[in-house]
Nanobody, 123 residues
Framework: QVQPVESGGGLVQAGGSLRLSCVAS????????VGWFRQAPGKEREFVAA????????YYSDSLKGRFTISRDNAKNTVYLQMNSLKPEDTAVYYC????????????????WGQGTQVTVSS
């Protein structure tokens, strides 16, 4: 089974950008749909974006569309989340998740989860 591993988190000032990466460990990502979720302290896990295994279909949270972009490079076995115009309310642990079931925007639709990477946006 695949094990997602996130990287790229850190501390950034409001208005800045970060690019998160999710690499598959154990197996290739090529046949998996991948999603990004985030969870802020005291809040429920929230859908951010998802991408079809082919890269041809993407879904976004309505509140984040336009600032965040999900993409993938199957040759590098990596999925990216480009985050621009970051706001303090984007502060959260960001998780990468994968599934071979139907592409979904719900956390229950994903079977394999990474450990998360912290993103902190200062004002």
């Amino acid at each position: 089974q695949v094990q997602p591993v996130e990287s790229g988190g850190g501390l950034v000032q409001a208005g800045g950008s970060l690019r998160l990466s999710c690499v598959a460990s154990g197996r290739t990502f090529n046949s998996y749909h991948v999603g990004w979720f985030r969870q802020a302290p005291g809040k429920e896990r929230e859908f951010v974006a998802a991408i079809h295994w082919s890269g041809g279909i993407t879904y976004y949270s309505d509140s984040l569309k336009g600032r965040f972009t999900i993409s993938r490079d199957n040759a590098k076995n990596t999925v990216y989340l480009q985050m621009n115009s970051l706001k303090p309310e984007d502060t959260a642990v960001y998780y990468c998740a994968a599934t071979t079931r139907l592409l979904s925007t719900g956390a229950l639709g994903f079977d394999y989860w990474g450990q998360g990477t912290q993103v902190t946006v200062s004002s």
